[in-house]
Structure formats: structure tokens, C-alpha cells
């Protein structure tokens, strides 16, 4: 990838990439453009939370190989199955309905949005699973703990961070946190009933 702001070139992981295909095809057809035509990264979502190596810019990239979306996007349009654990197609939206092209453009939202209510426990969890999905464990245990800190009922941010925990060996706490999970679990109205059942199966 390049950086668009100071231009230096490094690898990172993009984690999920999401292409909507949808908006794809409807733009074709309403411009009647080519397909070379068409900036590949305009129809791209990404999972992976990533900052320049240099300058820890973020949100302006570029593929090194000009035609590593081309060769991706044709792959798709021939039918070729991809990893499923890598693409998708479709959109990924935020619990408000936001699409983010980028983890950080959406980490940039719930900023936002925590300087105006920083006492706000599901904004801090949710802040939290963009950083686990985007491939950043420690940032979503900080995250996880914030929420708990404000908000001690917050169910899924003690669940999360006992799961964070149970993997690095410290299950003593992991044990706490799964506790608080039951404990809180009745009167937690941030998830459906079943929904909430279904993360102890």
C-alpha cells in the first residue's frame, strides 16, 4: 500500500475486504463506464485497523500494483469463490448504520462521538470490537476496560475482554470478567435475550 500523505510504501493486513457489487453494477450501468475506467477502491470496505509506518497517517491509500484490483475485481465477476474468511460481497455497517471505508475512518466516528459522551459504556465497547476485528487486540482491551470503567453493568465488554484475557493465560481475571457477564446479564438491555444467550453456547 502507499500512504497518501507522505507517500511511503509498506505492507498491512486489511483484514475483511468488502466489495459492493451492487454499487458496482448500478454505476456501470447509469455511466455506461468501462471497467478500467472506474477506481476499484471507491467500491472497497476493510476491516484491518492500520497507520502509516512513517507518519501514522491514515484513511488515504493506494495499491502499490496498480492492477491488483482489477485482477481482484475479475476474480469476483467470473464467479472464482474467494476465501470467505478474507472477502465479501456486500457492505459492512456500523451498529448506526455507517459504512466506513476504513477502520479508522469509523475509529474517527466513535471519537467524535465519545468527546461529546465519553460516559457512554456501548460507544466504548463498540469502539472496543472495531479494534479486535481491525486485527488490534490490546487496543480493544484498553477500549473494553474504558467502557467498563464508566459503565460496570456493560455486559459485552466484560465478556469480550474475558475472552482477551482467557488467551493470554490470565484467567483469573478472565474468570472476574466471565462472573460479571452472568451477573449483569438480566438487566443488560443493549442485546436481545436470546442473542445474549446465544454467546454462552
Known amino acids: 500500500?502507499?500512504?497518501?500523505h507522505c507517500g511511503s510504501k509498506g505492507h498491512y493486513d486489511l483484514?475483511?475486504?468488502?466489495?459492493?457489487?451492487?454499487?458496482?453494477?448500478?454505476?456501470?450501468?447509469?455511466?455506461?463506464?468501462?471497467?478500467?475506467?472506474?477506481?476499484f477502491f471507491d467500491y472497497v470496505q476493510t476491516t484491518g485497523y492500520f497507520r502509516c509506518k512513517q507518519c501514522n497517517g491514515a484513511g488515504e491509500w493506494a495499491f502499490k500494483d496498480p492492477l491488483f484490483g482489477f485482477g481482484y475485481l475479475t476474480r469476483l465477476l467470473a464467479g472464482i469463490?474467494?476465501?470467505?474468511?478474507?472477502?465479501?460481497?456486500?457492505?459492512?455497517?456500523?451498529?448506526?448504520?455507517?459504512?466506513?471505508?476504513w477502520a479508522t475512518e469509523a475509529e474517527e466516528n466513535f471519537l467524535n462521538k465519545l468527546g461529546e459522551n465519553g460516559q457512554d459504556g456501548f460507544l466504548w465497547n463498540r469502539l472496543g470490537n472495531l479494534y479486535l476485528k481491525g486485527g488490534r487486540?490490546?487496543?480493544?482491551?484498553?477500549?473494553?476496560?474504558?467502557?467498563?470503567?464508566?459503565?460496570?453493568?456493560?455486559?459485552?465488554?466484560?465478556?469480550?475482554?474475558?475472552?482477551?484475557?482467557?488467551?493470554?493465560?490470565?484467567?483469573?481475571?478472565?474468570?472476574?470478567?466471565?462472573?460479571?457477564?452472568?451477573?449483569?446479564?438480566?438487566?443488560?438491555?443493549?442485546?436481545?435475550?436470546?442473542?445474549?444467550?446465544?454467546?454462552?453456547l
Not at 500500500?1 to 497518501?4: A, E, F, L, S, Y
Open 1 to 4: 500500500m502507499i500512504c497518501g
Open 15 to 39: 483484514g475483511l475486504v468488502a466489495f459492493d457489487l451492487e454499487r458496482w453494477k448500478k454505476d456501470e450501468k447509469d455511466s455506461a463506464s468501462q471497467l478500467t475506467k472506474r477506481d
Open 81 to 101: 469463490e474467494e476465501d470467505q474468511s478474507q472477502y465479501m460481497l456486500g457492505q459492512i455497517a456500523l451498529y448506526d448504520g455507517s459504512t466506513p471505508k
Open 137 to 200: 487486540p490490546e487496543l480493544a482491551a484498553a477500549a473494553y476496560e474504558k467502557s467498563i470503567q464508566v459503565d460496570p453493568c456493560q455486559v459485552e465488554s466484560h465478556y469480550s475482554l474475558g475472552g482477551l484475557l482467557f488467551q493470554v493465560d490470565e484467567l483469573e481475571k478472565s474468570a472476574y470478567h466471565s462472573r460479571m457477564t452472568l451477573v449483569y446479564a438480566r438487566h443488560y438491555q443493549k442485546m436481545p435475550i436470546l442473542n445474549l444467550r446465544e454467546i454462552w
